[in-house]
Each structure stands twice: as structure tokens, then as C-alpha cells.
């Protein structure tokens, strides 16, 4: 099981997504406020452990939600990015055109995922395993 925290601004529109990762067993912090958000990505549960969470699924609308594709673009890539890298996890953009092609350098570069719109729910599973899997056979030896 994985604690993964997802920040997005309709829970409506992935109610079905948090639903599904909840029956794979996972614990979902879902926020809908960019405070939120930032307070998920620098509250550790103990100073000597790691941050709380083992994935951060980030909807590339959440944060500068009312700019302009170009604005939101130029604030993700100058300032969001370092607030993700604060997790200490990994990191999964849900990117919506045209925002996705202006984030997608930065994002890669902070070793990120990108999935771009449109995107299903199995896309999104499908990454968060892959995701997790890597995360977790880190430091193993084959």
C-alpha cells in the first residue's frame, strides 16, 4: 500500500480515479487547494523518516489555476517544479494542452512523469504501478 498524495482542482471529474486507487489499496490524500498541496509536500511524519508520502500525483491546473496556459506554463517551470522536488517523492503531472508541451522539458529534467490529456483512468494506473514498482525495487539486486 502506498500513500499518495494528489493535488487537482475537481474531485469530481477523479472521484473514479481515487476510487480505483483506493481499491488497489492505496491511501489517497486528495487536495483541492494549492495551500493544501504545499502543506502535503513538506509535513514529514517524523523529523528522521521519510516525507509522508510515496507518490504525488499533480494536476498541472491546480496551481495557477485562473493564469493563462502560457503564465500557469512559466510558473510550473520556475517555481512549482521545486515545490514537487520538496516531496522527496516521486512525481506524476497530469498536463493539460496546451500547458503540457510548454512544462514538459522541466518536468522531465526533475525526473518526473508526464501524462498528457487526454488520459484514462488505466493510463493513470498503469504509471502509478510502474511508478511504485520502480520505487520499490530501487536498491535491489536482480
Excluded: C
Excluded at 486507487?21 to 491511501?27: A, D, P, R
Excluded at 491546473?61 to 517551470?77: E, H, S, T
Excluded at 514537487?84 to 494542452?97: F, H, Q, S
Aim: hydrophobic share 40%; charged share 30%; no cysteine.
Amino acid at each position: 500500500m502506498a500513500k499518495i498524495l494528489f493535488g487537482a482542482r475537481d474531485f469530481v471529474v477523479n472521484q473514479n480515479l481515487v476510487k480505483r486507487l483506493q481499491k488497489e489499496m492505496h491511501e489517497v490524500h486528495y487536495v483541492t487547494e494549492g495551500q493544501d498541496m504545499m502543506a502535503g509536500l513538506t509535513l514529514p511524519t517524523h523529523p528522521f523518516k521519510p516525507f509522508k508520502y510515496d507518490l504525488v500525483i499533480y494536476d498541472s491546473g491546480l496551481l495557477y489555476d485562473r493564469a493563462k496556459p502560457i503564465q500557469r506554463a512559466r510558473a510550473f517551470n520556475e517555481r512549482v517544479v521545486g515545490y514537487l522536488e520538496i516531496a522527496k517523492a516521486p512525481v506524476i503531472v497530469l498536463a493539460e494542452e496546451p500547458t503540457a508541451q510548454l512544462i514538459q522539458e522541466s518536468a522531465k529534467k526533475a525526473g518526473f512523469r508526464q501524462i498528457n490529456e487526454p488520459f484514462s483512468i488505466d493510463d493513470i494506473l498503469k504509471e502509478v504501478k510502474d511508478v511504485l514498482g520502480e520505487k520499490n525495487n530501487r536498491g535491489k539486486r536482480k
